[in-house]
């Protein structure tokens, strides 16, 4: 059954520690205190995407563009990472003379083979970066190596990432040959960097981006998380894994067409991989740190009381937040939660970060993404009227704001 869950796990590149860090200097230069100046930025009326259905916008992404071969790709091993218990592999891209470094954040579980990962690198490339790409740092593989605390901490994971890029800074392959640190972010990568981006803002890490581009980042992870169990608990139960296989490799009809799956089986499509990741990510709690997650309490005896019920915000609530509160980390769940608010994120973060989402992402309350949009500028926030969640990445809008912000 694991094999499966790739089909729509890299559509969402996907959405949504109990040592001492010691972040130390790098060689690279300070934010920016000012807005990006990027040049000729992609019009909002030269948006191409066409697609208006956010669900099927979202569970045909990764087919809508062709995964690009990377060329000179270099696989680094990087020893002695500050508070690693082991050392870890990443994959880069060097430009043969000094150069901008753009780190590309990935997705809830992602790896950095996946399809928008290879689509970034080759992007990068072109525009004259090097390139550093991870499996995210939410997968049991990368903590396993780290040994960091339990995942969903994105606060955490912010310093954890910059210990990862620190080390790559330091690689002799590597040091002094950065002129500028960039971010990336997809999804859960987004939210990530742009709580690296604050972090460092507040002076709390010494590895500083130059700027920070994140595509379809959740409006808020709590309210993601309770779409997602939603998706899980009432969706996938109408559909056996043959309907869900229906998704696999589907790609976009032309324009006009009708959308040939129904709203549910692609709600329960994006139910299902987010689930099938996150048990993975609650066996690693379990195994590693103890913490297991507990069983949900009865519904007066009804068939409702299945363990899988809103498990997501569950692990979030029952397993990341004692865990991380106990290590003195987070006072409050809410604090926790807060890691994952897009609206206090932008708020908080310098003028360098830029955040791109859609209005029909099914991963967001429309609501909450209309707040955003009323108090956010314009300088740091773009809302396309349509594209799902990194349905839209492959279009040529997406190329040209990817290139224009890190050229």
């Given at each position: 059954?694991?094999?499966?869950?790739?089909?729509?796990?890299?559509?969402?590149?996907?959405?949504?520690?109990?040592?001492?860090?010691?972040?130390?200097?790098?060689?690279?230069?300070l934010?920016?205190?000012?807005?990006?100046?990027?040049?000729q930025?992609?019009?909002?009326?030269?948006?191409?995407y066409?697609?208006?259905?956010?669900?099927?916008?979202?569970?045909?992404?990764?087919?809508?563009?062709?995964?690009?071969?990377?060329?000179?790709?270099?696989?680094?091993?990087?020893?002695?990472?500050?508070?690693?218990?082991?050392?870890?592999?990443?994959?880069?891209?060097?430009?043969?003379?000094?150069?901008?470094?753009?780190?590309?954040f990935?997705?809830?579980?992602?790896?950095?083979?996946?399809?928008?990962?290879?689509?970034?690198?080759?992007?990068?490339?072109?525009?004259?970066?090097?390139?550093?790409?991870?499996?995210?740092?939410?997968?049991?593989?990368?903590?396993?190596?780290?040994?960091?605390?339990?995942a969903?901490?994105?606060?955490?994971?912010?310093?954890?990432?910059?210990n990862?890029?620190?080390a790559f800074?330091?690689?002799?392959?590597?040091?002094?040959?950065?002129?500028?640190?960039?971010?990336?972010?997809?999804?859960?990568?987004?939210?990530?960097?742009?709580?690296?981006a604050?972090?460092?803002?507040?002076?709390?890490?010494?590895?500083?981006?130059?700027?920070?581009?994140?595509?379809?980042?959740?409006?808020?992870?709590?309210?993601?998380?309770?779409?997602?169990d939603?998706?899980?608990?009432?969706?996938?139960?109408r559909?056996?894994?043959?309907d869900?296989?229906?998704?696999?490799?589907?790609?976009?009809?032309?324009?006009?067409?009708?959308?040939?799956?129904?709203?549910?089986?692609?709600?329960?499509?994006?139910?299902?991989?987010?689930?099938?990741?996150l048990?993975?990510?609650i066996?690693?709690?379990?195994?590693?740190?103890?913490?297991?997650?507990?069983?949900?309490?009865?519904?007066?005896?009804?068939?409702?009381?299945?363990?899988?019920?809103?498990?997501?915000?569950?692990?979030?609530?029952?397993?990341?937040?004692?865990?991380w509160?106990?290590?003195?980390?987070?006072?409050?769940?809410?604090?926790?939660?807060?890691?994952?608010?897009?609206?206090?994120?932008?708020?908080?973060?310098?003028?360098?970060?830029?955040?791109?989402?859609?209005?029909?992402?099914?991963?967001?309350?429309?609501?909450?993404?209309?707040?955003?949009?009323?108090?956010?500028?314009?300088?740091?926030?773009?809302?396309?009227?349509?594209?799902?969640?990194?349905?839209?990445?492959?279009?040529?809008?997406?190329?040209?704001?990817?290139?224009?912000?890190?050229?």
């Open positions: 059954m694991s094999r499966n869950r790739d089909f729509i796990r890299v559509i969402l590149a996907a959405a949504t520690a109990c040592v001492a860090m010691n972040l130390l200097a790098v060689d690279v230069p934010a920016s205190t000012g807005p990006v100046a990027t040049g930025e992609p019009r909002a009326d030269a948006y191409d066409t697609i208006d259905d956010g669900l099927y916008a979202t569970v045909t992404s990764m087919q809508s563009f062709k995964k690009p071969d990377i060329k000179d790709e270099r696989k680094i091993k990087l020893e002695h990472i500050d508070g690693f218990k082991k050392d870890i592999q990443v994959r880069a891209l060097l430009q043969p003379e000094k150069a901008p470094l753009v780190v590309i990935l997705g809830l579980a992602s790896k950095s083979k996946d399809p928008l990962s290879r689509l970034w690198q080759a992007q990068l490339q072109e525009a004259g970066c090097h390139v550093l790409v991870f499996d995210s740092v939410f997968r049991p593989s990368f903590n396993e190596r780290s040994c960091h605390g339990v969903g901490n994105v606060q955490m994971e912010a310093w954890i990432a910059a990862v890029i620190r800074l330091d690689h002799p392959d590597v040091k002094g040959k950065v002129t500028k640190l960039g971010l990336l972010g997809a999804s859960y990568g987004g939210i990530l960097a742009l709580n690296f604050k972090l460092a803002k507040e002076g709390q890490l010494n590895v500083v981006p130059d700027r920070v581009l994140v595509f379809s980042p959740p409006v808020s992870m709590q309210c993601s998380a309770t779409l997602l939603k998706y899980y608990d009432e969706d996938r139960q559909f056996g894994i043959f869900l296989l229906k998704l696999k490799g589907a790609e976009p009809v032309s324009g006009g067409k009708a959308v040939p799956f129904s709203a549910s089986l692609m709600r329960a499509g994006i139910g299902y991989v987010f689930r099938d990741d048990d993975d990510a066996a690693c709690s379990r195994d590693l740190y103890s913490y297991k997650l507990p069983d949900p309490p009865k519904d007066d005896g009804k068939k409702s009381d299945e363990k899988s019920r809103h498990q997501f915000t569950r692990f979030i609530e029952q397993v990341v937040y004692p865990y509160n106990k290590q003195g980390r987070v006072k409050t769940l809410q604090d926790l939660w807060d890691f994952g608010d897009l609206y206090k994120l932008l708020q908080g973060s310098p003028d360098n970060v830029h955040a791109v989402l859609t209005a029909d992402d099914p991963l967001n309350d429309a609501m909450l993404l209309k707040y955003v949009q009323r108090d956010i500028p314009s300088s740091k926030l773009t809302v396309l009227p349509r594209g799902g969640h990194l349905g839209f990445i492959g279009c040529n809008w997406a190329r040209d704001r990817v290139m224009q912000m890190f050229k």
